[in-house]
C-alpha cells in the first residue's frame, strides 16, 4: 500500500523553527508535484507550499520568506522548514503528492497530518 508518514511536528516558541518531513512509501515510480497544507480549527484548509518535481516552488503569502520546501527525490520525501514560527501558524500540516505509480497511474495522496503549535 502507498502512504505518506509524516514527522517533526511539535510545540515551539514564537520565533522558533521546526522542520517537517514527510516521506512517501510504497510501489512508486515517480513523485510528482508534492506539498503541504495547513488546518486549524475551524478553519478551511490552506495550501502552505508546492515543489515540483524539477524543484519550482511556491508558497502562500502568508508564510513567504519564513518556510522554505524541499524534496528528496531518492527517498521519496517532502520537507518543510519552518523558521520565525508565528502563533498564527498553529496548526495540522498534511503533506500530499502526486504520485505516478508502478504499472498504474497517477495520483493524488495525502498524509495523516501533524500538528504545530506555536505559543509561549
Known amino acids: 500500500q502507498v502512504q505518506l508518514v509524516e514527522s517533526g511536528g511539535g510545540l515551539v516558541q514564537p520565533g522558533g523553527s521546526l522542520r517537517l518531513s514527510c516521506a512517501a512509501s510504497g510501489s512508486i515510480f515517480r513523485a510528482n508535484a508534492m506539498g503541504w497544507y495547513r488546518q486549524a480549527p475551524g478553519k478551511q484548509r490552506e495550501l502552505v507550499a508546492t515543489?515540483?518535481?524539477?524543484?519550482?516552488?511556491y508558497y502562500a503569502d502568508s508564510v513567504k520568506g519564513r518556510f522554505t520546501i524541499s524534496r528528496d527525490n531518492a527517498k521519496n520525501t517532502v520537507y518543510l522548514q519552518m523558521s520565525s514560527l508565528k502563533p498564527e501558524d498553529t496548526a495540522v500540516y498534511y503533506c500530499?503528492?502526486?504520485?505516478?505509480?508502478?504499472?498504474?497511474?497517477?495520483?493524488?495522496?495525502w498524509g495523516q497530518g501533524t500538528q504545530v503549535t506555536v505559543s509561549s
Open positions: 515543489v515540483t518535481s524539477g524543484d519550482s516552488t
Open positions: 500530499n503528492a502526486d504520485l505516478l505509480l508502478r504499472f498504474g497511474n497517477s495520483r493524488t495522496y
